[in-house]
């Protein structure tokens, strides 16, 4: 419990230990003070006591235009229950408000807890060793490049590699998983994980604002920014409904006297039972605050959803679209086979590797691995990327041309299409053919369960679009259980597949895309829903998605889909129980059937259990 909240919960327990006594005094008439105004003073102390704060935000609301909200209701419904003398009634109403209030605060504080757990994983400080001797600096003043020391039980502060040391890391903030990883020399690690047991040297390969754990909080603080349609309608349905019971409880309070010979006490009566009933607190309280729990129910399984409006969308969800490599495989290529057709396989791979010395591709970097060297990019001249086809470069005067078998057609090359399992480099040099390099990729372990869970929450087709050749792609599909398959496909051919499936749906349907390359980023912002593998995935892909997954877990995708959909349940249930219960008691107080207290239940009462309902959210998936 906050500061402020407890010094909530200590005015409202003066203030019940001051209006027991009066009440008790008051109905069984143990005593009659003097004084016309005697009551009214008495009970004036816990009023004052508990309610002046809603008083003042009614008045200052007022005075910037903002006149019809539940602290208005609040006041002038308390206002005229002392004008027509019901005392009591009066107090009741503002210290149960208030503890409905004070039990709203705490649950919003509660259901944002996962949230500000994930806020509290960016680092203090940084540690450069000096002389031998370890420096605290501002992670801000750490350069790409530097060496820094993090020590056991420190958090890590910025992206880099291993490069001495060997620990398990706790990365459980940022991804979820409750069993360390291990990092050893060599190993990527990202800031935000705590170092576990031993100490770690690490080479930085980030500035701190380009670094995961930078990225996470600036997406933590746009996501607040989003809203779900059903919370717009809310919040439009009370910026209307809350005049509109104004007006009621004016004429409720108006009408009968005049004309149906209703006495102007009953009316007052009546209307400010009314404007008490009336208060929207549950729906406007309730509704986001069910959105947060189910994002906070996704955070702990470390998917970062950026706003309840995707959250929302993902309920409606039925077909999904992977991109291949990174996302149902590993993105770990491995040269597998070399096919030299005029020369040694070393000169084969040594011409791809100095081809593809300037790329950062997956492929790029496998072939550099397997040719064991840096390449000497003073031999490399007039190096350019073929978007989709591959890389043409001028090694030691030579043209080299690496890529699929679309490039070798598109430069008029005649190559012998090669068959093997696998991602195909064609290699050619000043136009002929010199032989292939192929290069395999693995399925993740944990990716034909992603496609079955999905499929057991309710999505209708899977499709997995791919740049790869067919015969891999059908492979890997086939594996898979995947319903659809589209291979040999450009960055903008991927768009325009999207753009069918999603030219196909039935109104209501959603379409979610599943990627994590740069080239991933124009489908990702055009499907309904983007999510994105967040521990591998390039920025641009992370920038552009709805959803990230921190540890690239394919299988947390139906997990956030269970949350979504329960969440979505739980948020019209509320608006059900509180629309319901509202227009009964609603009637009941037009007519005179409700008193003060049937009013405090349709308003706190409604509230608290709407609000203990949405907390529910928080234990979804």
């Known amino acids: 419990m906050t500061k402020k909240q407890r010094a909530m919960l200590a005015r409202i327990i003066v203030a019940f230990i001051i209006y027991i006594p009066l009440a008790v005094a008051e109905h069984m008439e143990l005593f009659a003070p003097k004084g016309a105004f005697a009551w009214l003073a008495l009970y004036l102390i816990p009023y004052g006591l508990v309610g002046w704060d809603i008083i003042y935000r009614a008045l200052r609301n007022i005075r910037n235009g903002q006149v019809f909200d539940e602290n208005f209701l609040m006041s002038l419904a308390t206002f005229g229950a002392f004008g027509v003398g019901e005392y009591s009634?009066?107090?009741?109403?503002?210290?149960?408000?208030?503890?409905?209030?004070?039990?709203?605060?705490?649950?919003?504080?509660?259901?944002?807890?996962?949230?500000?757990?994930?806020?509290?994983?960016?680092?203090?400080?940084?540690?450069?060793?000096?002389?031998?001797?370890?420096?605290?600096?501002?992670?801000?003043?750490?350069?790409?490049?530097?060496?820094?020391?993090?020590?056991?039980?420190?958090?890590?502060?910025?992206?880099?590699?291993?490069?001495?040391?060997?620990?398990?890391?706790?990365?459980?903030?940022?991804?979820?998983?409750?069993?360390?990883?291990?990092?050893?020399?060599?190993?990527?690690?990202?800031?935000?994980?705590?170092?576990?047991?031993?100490?770690?040297?690490?080479?930085?390969?980030?500035?701190?604002?380009?670094?995961?754990?930078?990225?996470?909080?600036?997406?933590?603080?746009?996501?607040?920014?989003?809203?779900?349609?059903?919370?717009?309608f809310i919040t439009k349905f009370a910026r209307y409904y809350t005049p509109a019971v104004v007006i009621g409880a004016v004429v409720l309070a108006i009408l009968p006297p005049l004309f149906l010979g209703q006495s102007w006490a009953e009316g007052v009566r009546r209307a400010c039972t009314f404007l008490v009933i009336s208060c929207p607190c549950a729906l406007v309280i309730s509704v986001p605050l069910s959105f947060f729990g189910g994002i906070g129910a996704a955070s702990k399984k470390g998917v970062l959803?950026?706003?309840?409006?995707?959250?929302?969308?993902?309920?409606?969800?039925?077909?999904?679209?992977?991109?291949?490599?990174?996302?149902?495989?590993?993105?770990?290529?491995?040269?597998?086979?070399?096919?030299?057709?005029?020369?040694?396989?070393?000169?084969?791979?040594?011409?791809?590797?100095?081809?593809?010395?300037?790329?950062?591709?997956?492929?790029?970097?496998?072939?550099?691995?397997?040719?064991?060297?840096?390449?000497?990019?003073?031999?490399?001249?007039?190096?350019?990327?073929?978007?989709?086809?591959?890389?043409?470069?001028?090694?030691?005067?030579?043209?080299?041309?690496?890529?699929?078998?679309?490039?070798?057609?598109?430069?008029?090359?005649?190559?012998?299409?090669?068959?093997?399992?696998?991602?195909?480099?064609?290699?050619?040099?000043?136009?002929?053919?010199?032989?292939?390099?192929?290069?395999?990729?693995?399925?993740?372990?944990?990716?034909?369960?992603?496609?079955?869970?999905?499929?057991k929450v309710g999505v209708k087709k899977t499709v997995m679009l791919t740049g790869d050749r067919r015969e891999v792609g059908e492979a890997v599909a086939g594996q898979l259980g995947l319903d659809e398959v589209h291979a040999q496909l450009l960055p903008e051919d991927k768009v325009d597949r999207v753009e069918k499936l999603l030219t196909n749906q039935k109104k209501g349907e959603k379409l979610a895309f599943v990627g994590d390359g740069i080239n991933d980023a124009p489908v990702l912002t055009r499907a309904d829903i983007g999510i994105a593998m967040g521990s591998m995935g390039s920025d641009a892909a992370i920038e552009a998605?709805?959803?990230?997954?921190?540890?690239?877990?394919?299988?947390?995708?139906?997990?956030?889909?269970?949350?979504?959909?329960?969440?979505?349940?739980?948020?019209?249930?509320?608006?059900?129980?509180?629309?319901?219960?509202?227009?009964?008691?609603?009637?009941?107080?037009?007519?005179g059937a409700a008193n003060m207290w049937e009013a405090v239940f349709a308003d706190v009462g409604v509230s608290v259990i709407a609000i203990i309902n949405a907390m529910r959210a928080l234990r979804a998936g």
């Open 89 to 232: 009634e009066a107090v009741a109403v503002m210290l149960f408000y208030q503890v409905g209030e004070l039990f709203q605060n705490y649950a919003v504080n509660r259901s944002r807890q996962s949230i500000s757990d994930l806020m509290d994983i960016c680092p203090e400080y940084a540690n450069i060793e000096e002389d031998g001797a370890l420096r605290q600096v501002d992670p801000d003043d750490v350069q790409v490049g530097d060496i820094i020391v993090v020590r056991a039980g420190e958090r890590i502060p910025l992206d880099g590699v291993v490069v001495a040391g060997n620990s398990m890391v706790d990365t459980s903030a940022l991804t979820g998983e409750s069993v360390p990883r291990r990092a050893a020399e060599g190993d990527e690690v990202i800031s935000g994980c705590v170092n576990g047991s031993g100490l770690l040297r690490v080479r930085v390969t980030r500035e701190f604002d380009d670094s995961t754990v930078a990225k996470i909080l600036e997406l933590v603080e746009k996501e607040k920014r989003k809203k779900a349609p059903v919370e717009n």
């Open 305 to 455: 959803v950026k706003g309840s409006n995707y959250l929302e969308a993902l309920s409606d969800m039925t077909t999904i679209v992977f991109d291949k490599t990174g996302t149902l495989t590993k993105g770990e290529f491995k040269v597998s086979e070399l096919l030299p057709v005029s020369m040694e396989k070393s000169e084969l791979l040594e011409l791809a590797a100095y081809a593809e010395s300037y790329s950062d591709h997956p492929i790029s970097r496998s072939i550099r691995d397997a040719y064991g060297k840096e390449p000497d990019r003073s031999r490399v001249s007039d190096n350019r990327e073929i978007a989709g086809h591959g890389l043409e470069a001028v090694v030691d005067g030579r043209t080299v041309l690496a890529g699929n078998g679309k490039l070798m057609s598109q430069m008029g090359v005649a190559y012998r299409e090669c068959d093997s399992a696998g991602t195909v480099v064609y290699v050619a040099v000043d136009g002929v053919y010199a032989g292939a390099v192929v290069i395999s990729d693995t399925v993740k372990e944990e990716a034909a369960l992603a496609i079955r869970d999905l499929k």
């Open 545 to 591: 998605a709805d959803i990230v997954l921190m540890d690239d877990d394919p299988t947390k995708i139906a997990s956030v889909v269970r949350i979504a959909r329960k969440t979505l349940l739980i948020v019209k249930q509320n608006i059900a129980f509180a629309l319901g219960v509202k227009a009964v008691v609603l009637a009941m107080g037009a007519f």
